[in-house]
């Protein structure tokens, strides 16, 4: 009697149907899918919010993406209070991304993130990213404006403005006033948000001056998810 080699069996499927994470993978396709969700998390609910925060997505590609993740019950989409708008958010399961999300980013500052040079670091780019890295949802219904000083080859000064579901980066004083102020050389500054150190290791080290009230400076690593374990902000960390 012979023997039928199941591995060369022309009925078995190409496709690795009970591996999960095959299946995962499957599902998001590409870079954009978790980049959707991320983003959900986050706060951001409304499709020209999404395509704004997700720089080089294609309106067409955000639109597909959003119908698989909504097909696959990942996302669900709603009508705002006032029945004008559509509004995007995240399931049980989208929710549950979250912590694949931190693992991707986790080894990614472990393993691909590079240590930069002063040279290498454009604080508009820099400013620009940390305003759309924002966790909306975390932020508070009072307006909150935080003044960056950069410092380097010259200083450079930025505002920004946030409160619940919004985030505001200028250039110029906005004409409100100031709450916090943090002060750093643009490199230290990337080390702390891509999760190189923690706020009160940089903050320590003077590589980061934080001043404002203590409960603003304890909120900043919520708000900014900034990655890098590390005690907690102590109350006498900032002068306010």
Known sequence: MGWTNLWQHEDVPPRDEYCPVYRSLDLFGDRWGL?????????????NELE?????????????????????????????????????GATDAGRDLINVINAVGEW?????????????????????WISRHVMLHQLPSQRVVIRFELRGGSRRYYWLILRTGESSLCPEHPGFQEDMFITSRPVALYRLVVGKQSLQQAMDEGTVLVEGP??????????FLLRASGPAIAAGSSRG
């Open 214 to 223: 203590p409960s603003l400076v304890r909120s900043l690593p919520r708000w």
């Open 35 to 47: 980049l959707v969700v991320r983003e959900i998390l986050r706060g951001v609910t409304h499709f």
């Open 52 to 88: 704004r925060s997700l720089p080089g997505i294609s309106r067409s590609t955000l639109a597909q993406r959003l119908r698989l993740l909504e097909k696959e019950g990942i996302v669900q989409r709603h009508s705002s209070a006032d029945g004008k708008s559509t509004e995007y």
């Open 108 to 128: 990614g500052v472990r393993w691909i993130t590079p240590e930069a040079r002063a040279s290498e670091i454009d604080p508009d780019g820099l400013m620009l």
